[in-house]
């Protein structure tokens, strides 16, 4: 029987710099190891986030004096470029056809035939956290496994606090008091979890697992359910 998992790609996983606004050698090997994974009879949809790349045209936007909104909706469109771009990395593995825009107003079951989805942003607002979190509820895999440039969530942002501490397991509501349960994601905001999706998975209870996009071995060993280095965030 295959197992559905729904990973949140951040996009300093693969959008860096000026020069590397997507990094196909690094996508490769994303692709290696998701293969490994899907021959052991795994499905995946992969959410991509926006790095290097969306910061730099949000800035763009905030430089021309424009609108939140238009910083948020460039950040969204930023995603589904990324998603496209690794879904032709990924060729045959994945569906023709990314998840982005108005699919994410669906309200019904989603499925879908190959090994891997990719999708990348819905509406302007929320972030990338939010999208896969809709996408675990709706395809009923009810758990995120996001990758990012952080390696877990602490006690207190550690580039502020140097006697923070990682925090392995956590309930949704210890996590939103760590970040200060702000009341909207503000654009480029960069938390562990986003505050929308946080109360959007403590409302609908989905889990949330929190680890470094670097370390791809760590990532096969939370997929193949042996211990890892991490968070785990759920109800």
Known sequence: ?????VIKIGGSTFSTSEDKLFDFEQANKLKDTFTKLIDRGNKFVLVTGGGYAARKYQKMVRD???SEYDEHYVGTATNNINA???RGVFGDLAEEKIFAFSDFDKTEPISFNKSVLLAGGGHPGPSGDWDAC?????????????????????SADPDVDKNATKVPTLTWDQYLDIIGNPEKHKPGGNFPVDPLASKFSKENGITFK????????NFEKSILGESFEG????I
């Open 64 to 66: 021309a004096g424009l």
């Open 231 to 234: 968070s785990t965030i759920s």
């Open 134 to 154: 809709y996408l675990a509820k709706y395809t009923g895999a009810n758990q995120v496994i996001s990758l990012k440039d952080i390696d877990a969530v602490y």
């Open 84 to 86: 496209i771009l690794l």
């Open 210 to 217: 929190v680890l470094s996009g670097k370390d791809l071995n």
């Open 1 to 5: 029987m295959e197992n559905l998992f």
